[in-house]
């Protein structure tokens, strides 16, 4: 399997490369040249345990490393979780919950930073090089990034997340590890400004290559394919529980990473009825998909601060598939958004996508409901999920609901919602006590490149 960038500048590479090089040198995003059809192996995928199901499909995107290393890799990046299905799958209600947060940090980004860190491990020990990871996160992306490779040789990790803007406990996740490869910079601005940070540190190919920079964000292919493999699992655990031919998922969204990765398991043939991307207010994606323009707006704070994002990211890779796989379309495209803050490319006509806004209210009413009427807590960024999914329920199509991080991460609005003080867990109360290491900094990239290249 060989990688193109989207922007159709890169030359194509294989798939350990893509993962070192993390965003291409064009400044695109890579894509597997053809997606796999595999339709006829559903069936004798069914019965697999999780890694053995992640080796199924991960060996369709990395023919390049040997089928035991692979393995290896996945074993060791599974065997971190807490649940012995790794993403378990819960009733609640008309909907079914996908618990994606029994790894390390508790969040769903666990799923592909545990798997990131170990291949970056493995590529690093063959070629004997080093790497700089520079990320940027709007609250659970870092904790995980940095789980995934604290202490591990040949490896620094530098991570940004907006200054105040992201909840205590995500905070205190990330700036309690002191290992010495570990630096926090807290950002006064807003995600926005750490990601915008992050690509102009990789567009300048000078500093780039002098300074060995490597990416964790979602622009890295390897997430997004470690994330495909829980849509496949959740799928088989709903369909035989139901019997229902097709499925739904609904899917709580910032940077459009996560349910990518469900539109890349429905092009290899999964039987996905409906995507259903869940925004709060910030909700440039579900304007989009309502209205076919995609346009900047300011970045309101919310009670799911992962979420509060304007411009996503992983956006591109759908774009590159909506353009007919066309580089020179999608050049234009970001061309005319780069100038104008608005892209209207028109309404997607793949039927599988809906859209929907879960506001502060009825993020906090899915909350309080859920607890009251199933005993089942969800963060914020779960309820605003549950709470569009509701708005698209089938009974031809049962409903999955992506959970994307533990409610003891957001105990304030847990309480909120409730009244109770019910969101707690021993792995987050024992942070409340231990030192913590951070450095603020200006929302310039200047000032963050002289921190790389000073540490």
Not at 12 to 25: K, Q
Not at 78 to 98: M, Q
Not at 413 to 435: E, F, K, S, V, Y
Request: hydrophobic share 45%.
């Amino acid at each position: 399997m060989r990688y193109v960038s989207t922007r159709g500048g890169n030359a194509p590479l294989r798939f350990t490369d893509t993962i070192l090089t993390g965003l291409a040198r064009d400044g695109g995003l890579f894509l597997p040249e053809q997606t796999p059809d595999v339709r006829a192996k559903l069936d004798a995928w069914r019965s697999l345990p999780y890694a053995g199901l992640a080796f199924e499909i991960m060996r369709l995107f990395a023919d390049d490393i040997p089928e035991n290393t692979l393995r290896e890799i996945i074993r060791k990046s599974y065997a971190t979780f807490r649940h012995a299905e790794v993403t378990p799958v819960v009733k609640a209600g008309d909907v079914h919950i996908l618990e994606l947060f029994h790894g390390p940090t508790l969040a769903f980004k666990d799923v592909a930073l545990q798997f990131l860190g170990n291949l970056f491990e493995y590529a690093l020990a063959k070629t004997g090089g080093e790497m700089n990871i520079v990320a940027a996160t709007s609250g659970d992306t870092g904790s995980a990034a940095i789980y995934g490779v604290r202490g591990r040789a040949r490896i620094r990790i530098f991570v940004m997340h907006p200054h105040g803007r992201v909840s205590p406990v995500q905070e205190r996740q990330m700036t309690t590890v002191l290992d010495d490869n570990v630096r926090n910079l807290a950002v006064e601005g807003t995600f926005d400004d750490c990601q915008n940070i992050v690509k102009a540190l990789f567009n300048d190919l000078a500093f780039r290559d002098a300074n060995k920079l490597g990416a964790v964000n979602s622009i890295n292919w390897a997430r997004v394919l470690a994330q495909v493999v829980y849509y496949f699992y959740a799928a088989f655990r709903v369909q035989e529980a139901t019997g229902a031919a097709h499925v739904r998922f609904a899917v709580p969204t910032g940077n459009f990473g996560d349910i990518f990765a469900g539109y890349v398991a429905h092009r290899m043939g999964l039987p996905i009825d409906k995507l259903v991307l869940a925004t709060n207010e910030n909700d440039i994606l579900a304007r989009y998909f309502d209205t076919g323009a995609y346009r900047l707006g300011d970045v309101a704070p919310t009670l799911s601060p992962s979420m509060d994002i304007q411009v996503a990211s992983n956006f591109e890779r759908y774009l590159y598939y909506l353009a007919g796989e066309n580089p020179e379309a999608l050049n234009g495209w970001m061309d005319a958004f780069r100038k104008t803050g608005a892209l209207t490319p028109g309404i997607a006509d793949h039927p599988c996508f809906a859209a929907g806004r879960g506001d502060t209210a009825m993020t906090l009413a899915a909350i309080r409901t859920y607890w009251q009427q199933h005993r089942r807590l969800l963060d914020p960024h779960t309820a605003v999920g549950v709470a569009v999914a509701e708005r698209f329920l089938d009974p031809a199509a049962p409903m999955i609901c992506l959970a994307t991080a533990h409610p003891a991460k957001f105990g304030d609005a847990i309480t909120r919602a409730t009244g109770q003080n019910l969101a707690r867990h021993p792995l987050l109360d024992a942070l409340m006590d231990m030192p913590t290491r951070m450095t603020v900094v200006p929302a310039d990239t200047s000032a963050v490149a002289a921190i790389i290249t000073g540490a």
